[in-house]
């Protein structure tokens, strides 16, 4: 009860709060966490109300589609100029990615990392776990704001493409600038690689799969590798966290349990959840999406229920339990995309094909096994990000691959009305968000 108290008081403290500098989190009280428990419960905080609108950007992609005979006005409003990428003029009650909630998170990251030398009663193990937690929470969160308000690492001149402002220290009286992409991934790598130096648990059980671990830490490194194309770099950390956990759950059997969820084999780590119940009743799975899953893909009817001809359930996310910020099928897919941008066919395919024997029909692999083999190496390549789409879909990874990759057209209608992204259009970047802009107009003239 007493440690329950104290995380609700933590929690009341650190994120409800105002004031009017940049990030927006000076407390309005004041808790001095003392003990490892305290900072324990203060991670616990942290993670309770870290931002589940990863999958927001769904809406942007060519996964999900607004409907006129689905979707209700309040959802009209709150998603529609998010998803046909009006971003200049946009409504005012549209949905916007939790700016406060990710500068929040850094900020905690940041305060235990200044103030672990302070930490009383409990063990060195213990103090190197959490300081290595804040090292690869403070990376990830960069990462995902890097990713949505900057330029693609791939796209353009990272050396000069500035993203956001990145924080090191705890000193909320700090108005910074926006950094560049560059300095961004540089500084997500080497928290990446500190927190492997005081990581000391390898995996944890599903209760506090919401943590960082070991496993997580080769996993999200190799999805920053991935993003920057360091294809040696990404098969290595895949290869490191599959050799840890290689599980993939069988969709081909009955009595499968879906992927996205935080009981799965295939969790590495669950903190954000997938498609909240809001997203997935806003709208419909685009059936053109749901149409090119091939013949014997089990994907197809797991993932989505037919309601119609044309209108289908998505059965992905909308619970607690739908949880995945990594999973090892992701591992799969980036080792064999990397494999094959080096060059390395059969290393590819000895990646590629446990995936395919736990998603589809063994009636048609030998089939389609053939067919991969008689692909060339490109045609190969669009088979694993094809692969990926279908795989990873509706849990936030496809607009950061359409980014990293063509940033194909896109093609939307509501009501008889065309939208249309362009190949490589400025809009797979988004704008800084007006409470940021509102409490730093520097900003305005800094970013993308």
């Known amino acids: 009860m007493k440690k329950s108290i104290y995380i609700i008081m933590l929690l009341s403290v650190f994120c409800l709060c105002s004031c009017d500098n940049f ?7 004041k808790v001095i966490a003392r003990t490892g428990e305290e900072y324990r419960a203060l991670l616990t905080g942290v993670y309770y109300t870290y ?10 992609t060519d996964e999900f589609t607004l409907d006129p005979t689905v979707t209700i006005a309040e959802d009209l409003n709150s998603y529609f100029d998010l998803w046909r990428w009006n971003d200049i003029t946009p ?27 302070e930490i009383e009663e409990a063990s060195p193990s213990e103090i190197s776990q959490m300081v290595g937690e804040c090292y690869m929470l403070r990376a990830y969160t960069h990462f995902i704001l890097t990713n949505l308000f900057g330029k693609p690492y791939t796209k353009g001149n990272p050396t000069t493409d500035v993203a956001v402002p990145l924080y090191t220290t705890a000193d909320v009286e700090s108005v910074k600038s926006c950094s560049t992409v560059a300095e961004l991934y540089n500084q997500i790598r080497a928290d990446i690689d500190s927190a492997e130096h005081h990581l000391t648990t390898k995996k944890w059980d599903t209760t506090l799969s919401y943590r960082f671990s070991t496993i997580a830490a080769s996993a999200l490194k190799a999805r920053v590798c991935l993003y920057m194309g360091k294809w040696n770099e990404a098969l290595r950390a895949a290869e490191s ?13 009955n009595g499968y349990i ?7 084999a295939e ?17 419909i799975p685009n059936t053109e999406f749901i149409q090119s899953y091939r013949s014997g893909d089990m994907r197809k009817s797991r993932f989505f229920k037919a309601k119609t001809s044309r209108i289908y359930e998505l059965l992905k996310g909308g619970t607690d339990q739908s949880r995945s910020t990594i999973r090892t099928a992701e591992c799969y897919l980036t080792a064999a995309e990397c494999a094959l941008r080096l060059g390395e066919r059969e290393k590819a395919m000895n990646y590629l094909t446990p995936l395919m024997e736990k998603r589809y029909l063994k009636a048609i692999l030998p089939t389609l096994l053939n067919e991969l083999g008689n692909m060339s190496n490109d045609q190969l390549i669009t088979f694993v990000l094809e692969e990926r789409s279908h795989e990873l879909a509706f849990e936030g990874h496809r607009w950061f691959d359409l980014r990293r990759t063509t940033q194909p057209r896109l093609s939307k209608q509501y009501e008889g009305i065309t939208y249309e992204l362009n190949e490589g259009d400025s809009r ?5 968000p007006k409470e940021a802009i509102s409490a730093n107009p520097n900003l305005a003239s800094e970013q993308n």
């Open 23 to 29: 990030l927006d989190i000076q407390p309005t009280g």
């Open 258 to 264: 879906m992927p996205d969820l935080c009981t799965s």
């Open 428 to 432: 797979y970047t988004l704008p800084l």
């Open 51 to 60: 931002p589940d609108d990863r999958s927001l950007t769904t809406f942007r």
């Open 241 to 253: 966290a599959l050799e840890v956990q290689p599980a993939l759950e069988d969709l081909t059997q």
């Open 267 to 283: 969790n590495l780590m669950a903190l954000e959840k997938v498609m909240k119940s809001a997203y997935k009743a806003a709208g």
């Open 91 to 117: 409504d005012e009650n549209t949905v916007s990615f939790s700016w406060r909630g990710y500068y929040h998170a850094i900020y905690i990251a940041n305060y235990v990392l200044e103030h672990q030398a």
